[in-house]
């Protein structure tokens, strides 16, 4: 079981930035891909980065400006988030996927206003 915690949204303004924050609680170590999601209002669910195995995968959206990064001793995930723009906004998840099995975070709300 892993439950995780995810922290560090907002409101800002376009252009602006914001780091999100993903706690899990086991070690990450463990946990080979780790990453985040997101859901706008109407839309489906998407990715927006990962990492595993000392990869990183983005959103073609987000290349360039959002970068994700892992803290193994502090069981930690982020996410920098720059050049923010309005259609970023959305409900942002915190996805790990520990024995074949997919654990998520509540989400945090990322609202960026024009």
């Known amino acids: 079981q892993v439950q995780l915690v995810e922290s560090g949204g907002g409101l800002v303004q376009a252009g602006g930035s914001l780091r999100l924050s993903c706690a899990a609680s086991?070690?990450?170590?463990?946990?080979?891909?780790m990453g985040w999601y997101r859901q706008a209002p109407g839309k489906q669910r998407e990715l927006v980065a990962t990492?595993?195995?000392?990869?990183?995968n983005y959103a073609d959206s987000v290349k360039g400006r959002f970068t994700i990064s892992r803290d193994n001793a502090k069981s930690t995930v982020y996410l920098q988030m720059n050049s923010l723009k309005p259609e970023d906004t959305a409900v942002y998840y915190c996805?790990?996927?520990?024995?074949?099995?997919?654990?998520w975070g509540q989400g945090t709300q990322v609202t960026v206003s024009s």
């Open positions: 990492t595993s195995g000392g990869g990183k």
């Open positions: 996805k790990a996927v520990y024995r074949w099995n997919d654990y």
């Open positions: 086991r070690t990450i170590f463990s946990i080979n891909t």
